[in-house]
């Protein structure tokens, strides 16, 4: 029997919600199997809720970001673009910042920095989408013009949030320390972006959080604290990661003390040291430091990686492999972690198995968008 429109529109919503649920369920889930489980029965309930229920903007979204997950690209292109014509409660800034994010996924880079840019006239304030647009340009207009970027627009606004720190915000304070982060100097901040050689930065007065809600790192896929002080620091994080780039190593090292002021117990902060360190050609200090980064947080698959590439490099293969294929575990997609497991096959002369890894890092790196999918909104 036919359904009635409204036992259709009912089933649509339990579709929906079954299919959004499946979706954190494979977030939360460590082994790779039950990720792909959890995908498949999340793609078809999403799908069974758009044939119920084609108009329907959040079916189209979740479906849409749910595909970009496994690496369907053209497909989740098509859905996306199918909300923007879909007037709904899916916010278009979310619609946006998926597509650019596709977009980049594709080697389409400069197409995403287009649209993230036409997105930000909208939507000025938006600290995510500048975050991803800062990336965008490193990639594709050098890093001068990524630091242009954190200068004249998330410093100003990082300002605004510090100065004004929401009640929201302030409910994630468990503990009652405080203090006021000095003023300081980030140096040689580059002639081409200014007439000053030096640029000023004041702290407010935070709080401590524990490391268990603290902000995840960009790359970790696991997304991050969203109160004032989580999109603070994941700022600090992004320039702090410009400078390291750029080799501006007393810089990248002051953005990472202020995410110390922010969050003492974070990874973030052994992590992004120990990539300093590294820098330095400190390998020991580094190796420590990522291994610091781990115990806080045992799930944090760029430290993991690191730590398998240094065992690796120090000729210490059983560590490696335990570290390298705990990240395999932890993200399957990681390629990088992919890469290297395929450099200790080789090195140990299993080199069908080295072939192996090198190809499913190939396949993952060339699907790879800019920043992970989980820094969109997932929720209903």
């Known amino acids: 029997?036919?359904?009635?429109?409204?036992?259709?529109?009912?089933?649509?919503?339990?579709?929906?919600?079954?299919?959004?649920?499946?979706?954190?369920?494979?977030?939360?889930?460590?082994?790779?199997?039950?990720?792909?489980?959890?995908?498949?029965?999340?793609?078809?309930?999403?799908?069974?809720?758009?044939?119920?229920?084609?108009?329907?903007?959040?079916?189209?979204?979740?479906?849409?970001?749910?595909?970009?997950?496994?690496?369907?690209?053209?497909?989740?292109?098509?859905?996306?673009?199918?909300?923007e014509k879909c007037p709904g409660?899916?916010?278009?800034?979310?619609?946006?910042?998926?597509?650019?994010?596709?977009?980049?996924?594709?080697?389409?880079?400069?197409?995403g920095l287009r649209m993230v840019t036409l997105t930000l006239l909208n939507y000025p304030d938006n600290l995510n989408l500048l975050i991803t647009k800062v990336l965008m340009e490193r990639s594709v207009l050098g890093g001068q013009q990524a630091l242009v970027t954190c200068k004249e627009v998330l410093l100003p606004l990082l300002d605004k949030l510090s100065s004004s720190p929401s009640k929201e915000a302030e409910t994630y304070l468990p503990y009652s320390d405080q203090w006021t982060s000095g003023k300081f100097q980030l140096t040689q901040w580059s002639d081409k972006l200014s007439t000053h050689t030096t640029a000023s930065f004041t702290g407010s007065t935070m709080g401590t959080l524990p490391a268990e809600s603290i902000c995840e790192s960009v790359d970790s896929g696991v997304g991050c604290d969203h109160s004032n002080w989580g999109y603070q620091a994941e700022v600090w994080y992004t320039i702090a990661d410009v400078f390291l780039t750029e080799n501006r190593l007393d810089d990248a090292q002051k953005s990472v003390d202020e995410i110390k002021q922010l969050f003492p117990l974070s990874h973030l902060v052994s992590y992004m040291n120990a990539r300093l360190r590294e820098k330095e050609g400190k390998t020991r200090e580094a190796e420590q430091e990522f291994v610091n980064a781990v115990t806080l947080s045992p799930c944090h698959v760029p430290s993991l990686v690191a730590l398998g590439r240094l065992q690796l490099a120090l000729h210490k293969p059983t560590l490696a492999e335990h570290y390298l294929v705990e990240a395999t575990h932890l993200q399957p997609d990681q390629h990088e972690a992919?890469?290297?497991?395929?450099?200790?096959?080789?090195?140990?002369?299993?080199?069908?198995?080295?072939?192996?890894?090198?190809?499913?890092?190939?396949?993952?790196?060339?699907?790879?968008?800019?920043?992970?999918?989980?820094?969109?909104?997932?929720?209903?």
Request: with cysteine; aromatic share 8%.
């Open 1 to 83: 029997a036919a359904l009635t429109p409204a036992t259709q529109f009912m089933k649509s919503r339990i579709l929906l919600y079954r299919g959004v649920a499946e979706a954190a369920l494979c977030r939360a889930s460590r082994l790779p199997e039950d990720k792909n489980k959890y995908n498949r029965r999340c793609i078809s309930s999403l799908s069974e809720c758009y044939t119920l229920d084609p108009g329907c903007s959040q079916t189209l979204y979740h479906l849409a970001l749910r595909l970009a997950y496994v690496g369907e690209l053209k497909k989740s292109l098509r859905f996306a673009h199918k909300v």
């Open 89 to 111: 409660v899916v916010s278009m800034v979310d619609v946006s910042h998926l597509i650019a994010l596709v977009l980049s996924a594709q080697n389409r880079t400069e197409e």
């Open 338 to 380: 992919w890469h290297y497991l395929g450099l200790l096959h080789g090195a140990q002369g299993a080199h069908t198995r080295a072939a192996d890894c090198f190809l499913t890092a190939l396949r993952f790196e060339s699907c790879a968008p800019i920043r992970p999918y989980s820094v969109l909104n997932w929720r209903l």
